[in-house]
């Protein structure tokens, strides 16, 4: 009888000495997924931050690329406009309206230089 008593006793013993083992071990394996898990979101994270940065980086870049064409294309008609009209202003033998314009301005211009040195 003290056998077996010894021996169970040796069973319980490993029993429990497995049991704690596997404690610890599960809570170090829990630890090691927590810390994976946290690396792996830390790195999406990036990855997902630097992919909106690369996206916007590459929209904003779209978008001046488009307004530079935009306003090349408006300054190239606006330029045919004027072509256009001066060579219809040449063609009707009209005299240049801008020219008036731009006479008249500096006569002004000169009239207000002249007041404001007296």
Excluded: C, H, R, W
Aim: proline fraction near 1%; aromatic fraction near 2%.
């Amino acid at each position: 009888m003290d056998v077996l008593k010894k021996g169970f006793s040796i069973a319980k013993e490993g029993v429990v000495a497995a049991a704690e083992k596997t404690k610890a071990g599960v809570e170090e394996a829990a630890a090691k997924t927590k810390e994976g898990v946290m690396y792996v979101g830390t790195k999406t994270k990036e990855g997902v931050q630097s992919g909106v940065n690369t996206v916007a980086q590459k929209t904003t870049d779209q978008a001046n690329t488009a307004a530079d064409a935009a306003v090349a294309g408006a300054n190239e008609v606006s330029e045919k406009a004027v072509e256009g009209l001066e060579q219809a202003v040449a063609a009707t033998g009209l005299e240049d309206p801008m020219a008036e314009v731009e006479i008249t301005k500096t006569e002004e211009g000169a009239e207000e230089a002249a007041e404001v040195a007296q």
